[in-house]
Structure formats: C-alpha cells, structure tokens
C-alpha cells in the first residue's frame, strides 16, 4: 500500500528543489563565473534590493524544447531569475539572467518570464530593472527564441514612458539581446561586459575588419564613440550602486512625482559664484563646479558623461527636489551644440518630462557647430530635436543665462519662447543673434570699409553692440528675461522657484502623439 508523504517530507522536497533551482548551472559554474570578477545572477539580485525583500517568481519554469538534445537539457529556472523587491523601501520588478545556464541564452520561457516581470510593472506602477548576462538566442528552439525576444521588445515599448526602465548589462550582450536595453531608458554597463550586434568573428568573415570584442562593445566604445549607454561602471558591485543611485531620483511611474529625500535647507548666497564665469568670453570654465554649488550637497548623478562631453545633464536636488540639469560646457568646444549634443540632450529632456522631473537649465553656448560633416550629418534635424523637446515639455522649466547665449542656440536651450517658466540672466549673460565680433561685419560693414582706421572703427562698434544687445539688459525689457541675477543667489532663486512651480498644469491639444525629428 502506498504511503502519501507527510508535509515534512514535502517540506524537504521543496527545499531540495530550490536549493537546485538557486544552484543555476552547478556549483563548478557558478565559481568559474565569481572567478572571472562577476556576481551571479542571484547575487545582483541580492545586492540591488533592500536585504530579505526579494520575492521570485518562476523559479520552477521549464522549457518545453526537445529538438537538439534539449529533452535531457537541465536549465534551472531557464536561466534568468525573476522576481520583485524593493529598494530604499520602494517596488521594484527585476529579470536577471543567469550565464551559468546555458550561457545564459533567452528561449521562449525565458523571454515569457521576463515579459511576465514587464507586464507586472505596468499593472503595479513599479519600475523595472533588467540585468542582462547571455549569450543571446537559444538557438535549439529556433523561432521560439526569437518570438520571446518578440514579446520583450513589445513590454519595453509598452513600459516606455510609463514606468522607469533600466538595464545593466553584466556580461555579454549579442544579436537581438542588445536592442532590448536600447529600449529602455538607462544603460549601466560594466567593464566586463560587451555588447553588440553581430560579433567580431562575423564582421570579419562579411567586411574583413580586424576588432577585437573590447574595442568593438566595451563600455568606453559605447559610451565615447556610440553613445548607446548612460553609465560605466568597473565592477557589478558598482552598476548595483549606480542603479540605486539613479532610482533614488525617479518616480516610480509617470503618474507620480519624484520623492522628495533629505532636504539641503541653506539656500543663502554663495558669493564663490560669482567668480566661476570668466568675464572674457573665450576662456573656458567647468559648468560642473556651477552645478556643484546649485544643487544639495554638490551631490550630482551625470548621465553620459563620456558622450559628447560640451553638453553636461544629470540628476540632483534643489531643497530635497529632483531636478533634471542641463548645461553646455565651455570648457569642451566652447560648450557648443553640435549633432551628438543635441541628441544627448533631447534625449535627457524628453525622460524628465515623462516622469515629472523639472529641467534646470544653464547656458553659456556660442551657437551650433559649423562645418560640412555637420551640416552634412544631419546638424538641422538633429538640432531641431533640442527645440523639440523643451517645447513639447510641460514640467517646470528654468534657466539660467550664464554668459553667452547666442542665435538658434539661444532659443534650442529653453528659452522663454520654448516655454521656459523662469529664465534669470547672470550679469556676465550675452544674449543675441550673434557674437559682436559678426554681427558689426553685417550691421556696420559700410561704416568699417568707410573708416580711415577700419580696426579702430571695428573695435568701437563691436563694444558698441555689445553695449546695446549683447547685455541681459535688452532681452529682460523684452520680457525674455525675468530677472537678472547676482550669482551668489542663484541657487535661493531655483529653489524658490521650483516651489512656485511645483503644482504646475499645462493643457495642451489633444493628439495621438508628436511627430519630431529623428
């Protein structure tokens, strides 16, 4: 006669079963993986969230393939682990891909999973983050793979502007595994990882270009030449950090404003501002140190820092505020916008504006970028998206004229026409069509050719149109500007008016959506 086992014994086959399950490809692999400086996919669980909040979530799936072998294949949770937890107390949803398990390669249960975790963010309003170590396709199950990959790309878009997305890429990311953290709003890779879509092998045999994986999808590739990620981090312990750090500022979804944490309270005047900005125009400064001393505790997140380096955005706080910051850099190309600037910064603009985080805005810009490769690579179009984005947002806008605001450039960072709610000028600011130096060649080009001493006459009108539009005297009688500022008391002017703008509304037409330039 057979016996049903008791709970206990149950209780011990569950046991055994998640201990195999947590085990992933085997105690041999999961070394070999920490040998190699990496965590393993339940670690980076384990160090994201907050200690004993992580609930997972299909840790007993399996595949259904038997082509290829597959019908003796072992894959413990198909090598990804899903779940929820929290991090600084708030929700989070999480996949993170497990290398011991067949390289960590996505199948069709794999990919459901990782879909089931994305739909669960959007029913609960929780960001999701997608740690990627694999791979790629299982290519034992053909078209299922791809289909699951099919159905993430779809949640990704779904999630878009709807709750914060962000991915660390871990370990590799090749194929179609790469296009899902370039759906998502924030890359963190790590200097052990690489990424790309067709590998060094594979571009060998097509094109015959010699490139070793590093310098085709390291972290520096992407980040200083391609732009494709946010964030460099040398380790996994640091990407862990780093995801926590940029959460810290977010909303957990577009119908929420983002936490208010640990409100700096002095805002009295800091007269080492007004030392920063050179008075002459052609020498450059680090906008940094301008940020530093804005925001609480000179605490600043930068998002792509190692990507078209004269344009600066990032995240901080003003009195415990998020604030989205965006600022040229004079000390790179003078701070001019040219084609990569420009994306880096729509790009910026259009996350804050879906989660509600104000722009602060700091300009010193002498206009775009001249030239053929430029206008030749797109420079309108790519320009005409800075436009774009500051008008099409709706959260609070303010600037802060630093020193030159020149032309197109002047309008493409936000000013008062492109809805800027607060624009204050510094006394150092410059605002006009163009510098003095050629605007007096088209306003006064007669009356230079007429002068005996043509350099004498030049110098005299130049400092004569400086005097007359070159002031942020002009543009505040025009009402572009509202205030003109001592710098000391900049950081007390944003602050008092992020809180008047703080319960800001703004109806605009309805439209399916905008179409702007790409």
Request: aromatic share 6%.
């Given at each position: 006669?057979?016996?049903?086992?008791?709970?206990?014994?149950?209780?011990?086959?569950?046991?055994?079963?998640?201990?195999?399950?947590?085990?992933?490809?085997?105690?041999?692999?999961?070394?070999?993986?920490?040998?190699?400086?990496?965590?393993?996919?339940?670690?980076?669980?384990?160090?994201?969230?907050?200690?004993?909040?992580?609930?997972?979530?299909?840790?007993?799936?399996?595949?259904?393939?038997?082509?290829?072998?597959?019908?003796?294949?072992?894959?413990?949770?198909?090598?990804?682990?899903?779940?929820?937890?929290?991090?600084?107390?708030?929700?989070?949803?999480?996949?993170?891909?497990?290398?011991?398990?067949?390289?960590?390669?996505?199948?069709?249960?794999?990919?459901?999973?990782?879909?089931?975790?994305?739909?669960?963010?959007?029913?609960?309003?929780?960001?999701?983050?997608?740690?990627?170590?694999?791979?790629?396709?299982?290519?034992?199950?053909?078209?299922?793979?791809?289909?699951?990959?099919?159905?993430?790309?779809?949640?990704?878009?779904?999630?878009?502007?709807?709750?914060?997305?962000?991915?660390?890429?871990?370990?590799?990311?090749?194929?179609?595994?790469?296009?899902?953290?370039?759906?998502?709003?924030?890359?963190?890779?790590?200097?052990?990882?690489?990424?790309?879509?067709?590998?060094?092998?594979?571009?060998?045999?097509?094109?015959?270009?010699?490139?070793?994986?590093?310098?085709?999808?390291?972290?520096?590739?992407?980040?200083?030449?391609?732009?494709?990620?946010?964030?460099?981090?040398?380790?996994?312990?640091?990407?862990?950090?780093?995801?926590?750090?940029?959460?810290?500022?977010?909303?957990?979804?577009?119908?929420?404003?983002?936490?208010?944490?640990?409100?700096?309270?002095?805002?009295?005047?800091?007269?080492a501002l007004r030392d920063i900005v050179p008075v002459d125009g052609k020498k450059g400064y680090d906008v940094r140190e301008i940020i530093a001393r804005i925001v609480d505790r000179g605490d600043f997140?930068?998002?792509?820092?190692?990507?078209?380096?004269?344009?600066?955005?990032?995240?901080?706080?003003?009195?415990?505020?998020?604030?989205?910051?965006?600022?040229?850099?004079?000390?790179?190309?003078?701070?001019?916008?040219?084609?990569?600037?420009?994306?880096?910064?729509?790009?910026?603009?259009?996350?804050?504006?879906?989660?509600?985080?104000?722009?602060?805005?700091?300009?010193?810009?002498?206009?775009?970028?001249?030239?053929?490769?430029?206008?030749?690579?797109?420079?309108?179009?790519?320009?005409?998206?800075?436009?774009?984005?500051?008008?099409?947002?709706?959260?609070?806008?303010?600037?802060?004229?630093?020193r030159k605001s020149y032309g197109g450039a002047y309008l493409a960072m936000c000013s008062k026409d492109l809805g800027a709610d607060k624009v204050f000028a510094w006394p150092t600011a410059e605002i006009?069509?163009?510098?003095?130096?050629?605007?007096?060649?088209?306003?006064?080009?007669?009356?230079?050719?007429?002068?005996?001493?043509?350099?004498?006459?030049?110098?005299?009108?130049?400092?004569?149109?400086?005097?007359?539009?070159?002031?942020?005297?002009?543009?505040?009688?025009?009402?572009?500007?509202?205030?003109?500022?001592?710098?000391?008391?900049?950081?007390?002017?944003?602050?008092?008016?992020?809180?008047?703008?703080?319960?800001?509304?703004?109806?605009?037409?309805?439209?399916?959506?905008?179409?702007?330039?790409?």
């Open positions: 006669m057979t016996t049903e086992p008791t709970m206990e014994e149950r209780l011990d086959a569950l046991a055994k079963a998640k201990h195999d399950a947590k085990l992933g490809g085997g105690e041999a692999k999961l070394d070999k993986q920490r040998s190699k400086g990496k965590m393993t996919a339940r670690e980076r669980i384990e160090a994201l969230v907050d200690a004993g909040t992580f609930q997972e979530t299909g840790m007993f799936a399996k595949h259904r393939t038997t082509h290829f072998g597959m019908d003796k294949a072992a894959a413990p949770a198909d090598g990804v682990v899903t779940g929820s937890g929290a991090v600084f107390g708030r929700p989070v949803h999480i996949a993170s891909q497990d290398f011991t398990v067949m390289g960590g390669s996505a199948g069709e249960t794999q990919s459901n999973k990782v879909a089931a975790m994305m739909q669960a963010s959007a029913t609960t309003g929780t960001p999701f983050v997608f740690i990627n170590d694999s791979g790629g396709a299982r290519v034992q199950e053909g078209i299922d793979s791809l289909s699951g990959y099919g159905k993430v790309f779809y949640n990704n878009v779904l999630l878009s502007g709807l709750v914060p997305q962000v991915s660390i890429i871990a370990g590799p990311c090749a194929g179609g595994a790469a296009y899902s953290p370039a759906l998502t709003d924030f890359i963190i890779q790590t200097r052990k990882a690489q990424m790309f879509i067709t590998g060094p092998g594979v571009i060998k045999s097509v094109t015959g270009e010699d490139v070793t994986a590093e310098q085709l999808g390291g972290a520096d590739a992407h980040m200083a030449k391609a732009g494709n990620i946010h964030f460099v981090a040398d380790d996994d312990e640091q990407a862990v950090l780093i995801a926590q750090k940029l959460l810290s500022f977010l909303p957990q979804n577009n119908t929420e404003e983002p936490p208010i944490v640990d409100p700096e309270e002095i805002v009295e005047p800091d007269p997140l930068e998002v792509k820092a190692g990507f078209a380096p004269n344009i600066v955005t990032g995240f901080a706080r003003v009195v415990g505020r998020t604030v989205g910051v965006i600022a040229n850099q004079p000390n790179v190309m003078s701070g001019v916008l040219d084609i990569n600037s420009s994306d880096k910064g729509s790009e910026f603009i259009r996350f804050c504006n879906a989660f509600n985080i104000p722009l602060v805005t700091l300009v010193d810009v002498p206009g775009f970028m001249p030239g053929v490769t430029q206008e030749h690579g797109g420079i309108i179009r790519h320009g005409a998206k800075m436009l774009y984005a500051y008008s099409a947002a709706s959260v609070p806008k303010i600037t802060v004229v630093l006009a069509v163009m510098g003095a130096e050629g605007a007096v060649n088209v306003v006064f080009r007669k009356e230079i050719e007429a002068a005996e001493d043509k350099e004498a006459k030049r110098a005299e009108l130049i400092q004569l149109y400086k005097e007359t539009f070159s002031t942020p005297f002009m543009a505040a009688s025009r009402g572009l500007v509202d205030d003109i500022i001592d710098p000391a008391d900049t950081r007390r002017e944003i602050a008092m008016a992020l809180e008047l703008l703080a319960n800001k509304r703004v109806s605009r037409p309805a439209k399916k959506h905008g179409l702007g330039p790409v």
